[in-house]
Nanobody, 122 residues
Framework: QVQLVESGGGLVQAGGSLRLSCAAS????????MGWYRQAPGKQRELVAS???????KYADAVKGRFTISRDNAKNTVYLQMNSLKPEDTAVYYC????????????????WGQGTQVTVSS
C-alpha cells in the first residue's frame, strides 16, 4: 500500500508563505490524481487543490490566485506553494492520493497522509 508523508507546515504571519510537500512511497506505478485537503477545527475536511498525472490543476475558490499545486511524477511527490496566507487558511492539511496503481497490478483509492498543521497568525 502507498504511504504518504507530508512536510512543510508551521506557523507564519498573515501575508507570508509556506510550501508543503507530500511524498508517496511504495511499489507505485502511477497515481492518477494527488491533492491537498484541509480541516479546520469544527469544520469538515475540504478540497484545497488537486492535480492529475498530466498536470491539470484544480483549486478551491478560496485559494485561487494564492496557492499553486505541482507534482513530480518521477518522485511521486506533490507540492503546495501557499502565498499571501490568511488566518482563515489555518488548518491541518492532508495529502491525498486517488487511484494509485501498483506494479503488481493492484489498485487502491483514497489514501491519506497523517496531516501537517498550518497556522497563520494575524
Amino acid at each position: 500500500q502507498v504511504q504518504l508523508v507530508e512536510s512543510g507546515g508551521g506557523l507564519v504571519q498573515a501575508g507570508g508563505s509556506l510550501r508543503l510537500s507530500c511524498a508517496a512511497s511504495g511499489s507505485i506505478k502511477s497515481i492518477v490524481t494527488m491533492g491537498w485537503y484541509r480541516q479546520a477545527p469544527g469544520k469538515q475536511r475540504e478540497l484545497v487543490a488537486s492535480i492529475t498525472s498530466g498536470g491539470s490543476p484544480k483549486y478551491a475558490d478560496a485559494v485561487k490566485g494564492r496557492f499553486t499545486i505541482s507534482r513530480d511524477n518521477a518522485k511521486n511527490t506533490v507540492y503546495l506553494q501557499m502565498n499571501s496566507l490568511k488566518p482563515e487558511d489555518t488548518a491541518v492539511y492532508y495529502c491525498n492520493a486517488a487511484a494509485v496503481i501498483y506494479y503488481s497490478g493492484s489498485y487502491s483509492s483514497g489514501s491519506w497522509g497523517q496531516g501537517t498543521q498550518v497556522t497563520v497568525s494575524s
